[in-house]
């Protein structure tokens, strides 16, 4: 199993960008998908998750600008960024894990078994 993120890049405050995680190795159609971010010197924290029946749930900090949605083959989950803030600078992550999550499980990275190598996101003031 593989997770390849892009689309990461370098935008002002209030830009938009969309990130993608293609994944291959197998069918994804039963995962839960979702977006962690890590900026320097702080810990990996939960961005948003698809469950596989289509549910969505976003951490506080980003709810209402940011979307997480899936293509029709499954195996692209993307994360739409809008009305970026300086604080959403981080490098993001994708993961992936072949069962459902309680809510509570999705906001952890023990819940995830699979992981992408990450893009970076810089937004500037």
């Known amino acids: 199993v593989q997770l390849v993120e892009s689309g990461g890049g370098l935008v002002q405050a209030g830009g938009s960008l969309r990130l993608s995680c293609a994944a291959s190795?197998?069918?994804?159609?039963?995962?839960?998908r979702a977006w962690f971010r890590q900026a320097p010197g702080k810990e990996r924290e939960f961005v948003a998750i698809?469950?596989?029946?289509?549910?969505?749930y976003y951490a506080d900090s980003v709810k209402g600008r940011f979307t997480i949605s899936r293509d029709n083959a499954q195996n692209t989950v993307y994360l739409q960024m809008n009305s970026l803030k300086p604080e959403d600078t981080a490098t993001y992550y994708c993961?992936?894990?072949?069962?459902?999550?309680?809510?509570?499980?999705?906001?952890?990275?023990?819940?995830?078994?699979?992981w992408g190598q990450g893009t970076q996101v810089t937004v500037s003031s």
């Open positions: 698809r469950w596989s029946g289509g549910r969505t």
């Open positions: 190795g197998r069918t994804f159609s039963t995962y839960t």
């Open positions: 993961a992936a894990v072949p069962r459902a999550l309680t809510t509570a499980q999705a906001r952890g990275v023990l819940g995830y078994d699979y």
